[in-house]
């Protein structure tokens, strides 16, 4: 059974920096495109960063490109988003997902519960 859960949200002011992480398990990373993706309030889901387990590539959004950094560590399972330089635009609720198909940027069959982040004065 494939599960995820996020933890490392919370409450960070502008230009502060934040480090979500996920654990994962019941499937192989490498096996599976993985990424992350946030909703705010009021909009719709957003593609954050992904990895294509196709060509290797990590993808990222424009709106992150320079700030976010997502990493994995395959022997623990984990799969991490550094968040720096954060804007008040980048508050929403942070999804950790996979999918054992074409799952980048935003077509992933299983995510977890969320996390918040919140960026604010």
């Known amino acids: 059974q494939v599960q995820l859960m996020e933890s490392g949200g919370g409450l960070v002011q502008p230009g502060g920096s934040l480090r979500l992480s996920c654990a994962t398990r019941?499937?192989?990373?490498?096996?599976?495109?993985i990424g992350w993706f946030r909703q705010a309030p009021g909009k719709e889901s957003e593609g954050v960063s992904c990895l294509n387990r196709t060509d290797g590539r990590t993808w990222y959004a424009d709106s992150v490109k320079g700030r976010f950094t997502f990493s994995r560590d395959n022997a623990k399972n984990m799969l991490y988003l550094q968040m720096n330089a954060l804007k008040p635009e980048d508050t929403g609720v942070y999804y950790c997902a996979a999918d054992p198909g074409a799952g980048c940027p935003l077509e992933f069959d299983y995510w977890g519960q969320g996390t918040q982040v919140t960026v604010s004065l």
């Open positions: 019941g499937f192989t990373l490498d096996n599976y495109d």
